[in-house]
T-cell receptor
Framework: SAVISQKPSRDICQRGTSLTIQCQVDSQVTMMFWYRQQPGQSLTLIATANQGSEATYESGFVIDKFPISRPNLTFSTLTVSNMSPEDSSIYLC????????????FGPGTRLTVT | QKEVEQDPGPLSVPEGAIVSLNCTYSNSAFQYFMWYRQYSRKGPELLMYTYSSGNKEDGRFTAQVDKSSKYISLFIRDSQPSDSATYLCSKAAGNKLTFGGGTRVLVKP
């Protein structure tokens, strides 16, 4: 397994501003992902954070809105840009510490409220 | 139709009862199936994963996959109040996990 921390744990932001969320893992991992979990909903994959290259985004998510950095094998950031109330959600990072893609471990999440 | 469907619950059971959770999926191109547990205000925690049809047991938890009917189940024996959480089923295809909406479980002492 892996120990994952996220910062901030929660934030309240104003419409039109941006927030950067950090994800730190206690060991080097190849695969790192960012998910969104809207109130009462399940998890939706935003993108795969690739180390040393541009992130791979899922349908419906774009780099201009959710820029992602992955400078090394233990750290990634997700920025939520030009926020609107519809971006209010929990944002989670996950990692695959071993060989099996299906064994994903999640951080505690960042609870974002946009007013 | 969603790729993975779960009854949202809540499912309320008395302590010591068996909790039975189910998921259906719509795409046959999946090999691995997972169950995650998510406590309130926490990230999901991987409980079990299974590959192919059949049963897999881990302590009080049993995961069951029936690929012919595209059905995934999780059974929790001797349920405890600490099992109260939302349970998410998930399937893996390629490099992507797809999650069901989750079933909220409440185990009453």
């Amino acid at each position: 397994s892996a120990v994952i921390s996220q910062k901030p744990s929660r934030d309240i932001c104003q419409r039109g501003t941006s927030l950067t969320i950090q994800c730190q893992v206690d060991s080097q991992v190849t695969m790192m992902f960012w998910y969104r979990q809207q109130p009462g909903q399940s998890l939706t994959l935003i993108a795969t954070a690739n180390q040393g290259s541009e992130a791979t985004y899922e349908s419906g998510f774009v780099i201009d809105k959710f820029p992602i950095s992955r400078p090394n094998l233990t750290f990634s950031t997700l920025t939520v840009s030009n926020m609107s109330p519809e971006d209010s959600s929990i944002y989670l990072c996950s990692v695959v510490p071993g060989q099996g893609f299906y064994e994903q471990y999640f951080g505690p999440g960042t609870r974002l409220t946009v007013t | 139709q969603k790729e993975v469907e779960q009854d949202p619950g809540p499912l309320s059971v008395p302590e010591g009862a068996i909790v039975s959770l189910n998921c259906t999926y719509s795409n046959s191109a999946f090999q691995y199936f997972m169950w995650y547990r998510q406590y309130s205000r926490k990230g999901p925690e991987l409980l079990m994963y299974t590959y192919s049809s059949g049963n897999k047991e881990d302590g009080r938890f049993t995961a069951q996959v029936d690929k012919s009917s595209k059905y995934i189940s999780l059974f929790i024996r001797d349920s405890q109040p600490s099992d109260s959480a939302t349970y998410l089923c998930s399937k893996a295809a390629g490099n992507k996990l797809t999650f069901g909406g989750g079933t909220r479980v409440l185990v009453k002492p």
